[in-house]
């Protein structure tokens, strides 16, 4: 069948319930691909020298025929025959010159650099993560689809591939942002590469992440400074941060006196430069098939507060047995007691603070 995306067609195989055999094509990530190709715009006004962009697992070749077509000089690979071919097809189709490859990624990436690679595997990206860190000279591109490992849903997976301790909180989605970016950072930094994330959202069913690369000793152990624990209590919700790669939890909640579980190491360090993030949200134009979705996402996200974790109002509610107020009315609140408060992009109901949980509750109570 054939599908537009942005200003490019392309023909890809029709998609069952599962991938079966096919090159397999993902509807529901256009609005990551659209994120992408205005990433990518707002990457060349940071960096004009940069020209190359490898898409490293091609399937269809979407994001490559995207990129391509946005000016970009690109390298397709993938180690199927039949995703292969039909990169070549759909790269024709839009009269745009890049070269494809049949073969596995990461001696590609050993073998040669990249202005951008752009990862999105099926699954977790962490097998291709430590030839990245070689091949690629400025702008990492990740996609994790794993989210249940990621934010501790599946906790032996998690700990497996992303050597960190996942908790399945309230704040699950976040948690899996802050696990990846924590993995990614700490296999740079054995390179002596240093990640700092420009943009990185949860949608759905995967965590996306754009890591601008610099390389030295001393900036890959400001990285690491940015890793630290999480300890958050189950029965109240109360949680704190502290940094380093050594947890000293609380003995128990200071808030209400149960136990408290710990997550870690996890980045605690900014998700996101909102500057960059606004000059994304500027290159989204109306060719987009998801620019309304998008241009609302990257407010969302410039606009979220730095802090490590988000709560979300009905699950407080509900655990102090009151009604759940409108999201503005109960930010508001938060804002007239002196605390500074926003929305986040992780669901229509979760707002970050710098209020602690009993502040919380006792600023927005409505009697």
């Known amino acids: 069948m054939d599908v537009r995306e ?73 180690t199927d025959a039949d995703a292969v071919d ?64 990621l934010c501790g849903a599946h906790f032996e997976p998690g700990v497996r591939r992303y050597s960190a301790v996942p908790r399945n909180t309230e704040y699950h989605a976040e948690m899996g942002v802050r696990v990846l970016l924590s993995a990614l950072a700490r296999t740079g930094a054995r390179y002596d590469v240093a990640t700092n994330p420009l943009l990185t959202h949860a949608t759905k069913h995967y965590v996306r992440t754009y ?35 050594l947890a000293d939890p609380p003995t128990s909640c200071p808030n209400c006196g149960h136990g408290v579980q710990t997550a870690g190491p996890v980045w605690l360090g900014a998700t996101c430069d909102p500057a960059f993030v606004g000059a994304v949200r500027d290159a989204i134009d109306d060719t987009f098939g998801t620019t309304e979705r998008s241009r609302e996402l990257l407010a969302t996200v410039g606009a979220e507060l730095d802090r490590p974790t988000h709560y979300d109002q009905h699950r407080l509610c509900k655990r102090w047995g009151r009604p759940a107020a409108a999201m503005d009315t109960f930010l508001d609140r938060l804002r007239a007691a002196g605390y500074r408060a926003s929305r986040t992009h992780y669901g229509g109901t979760t707002f970050k603070t710098d209020a602690e949980v009993a502040a919380i509750r006792e600023a927005t109570d409505p009697s």
């Not at 690369?213 to 209590?233: E, F, M, P, Y």
């Open 86 to 149: 039909l990169t070549r097809e759909n790269l024709a189709r839009n009269g745009v010159d890049a070269e494809v490859r049949q073969r596995d990624v990461n001696p590609l990436l050993h073998e040669t650099f990249f202005d951008v690679v752009d990862m999105d595997p099926f699954g977790t990206p962490m097998p291709f993560v430590d030839a990245a860190f070689q091949g690629t000279r400025n702008l990492m591109c990740v996609t994790a689809t794993d989210t249940a490992p």
């Open 211 to 245: 890591l601008e690369l610099d390389r030295g000793a001393r900036v890959a152990n400001d990285s690491i400074d940015r890793l630290g624990h999480i300890h958050h209590c189950e029965h109240c919700l109360w949680r704190t941060t502290e940094r380093g790669l």
């Open 6 to 78: 942005g200003t490019v067609e392309i023909s890809v195989p029709e998609q069952g319930a599962g991938s079966g055999d096919e090159v397999f094509y993902n509807p529901t990530q256009e609005l990551n691909r659209d994120i992408t190709v205005a990433t990518l715009r707002a990457y060349r006004g940071r960096e004009p020298r940069a020209e190359t962009y490898l898409d490293a697992m091609a399937a269809s070749g979407v994001r490559g025929v995207r990129a391509g077509a946005d000016g970009w000089t690109v390298t397709c690979t993938d």
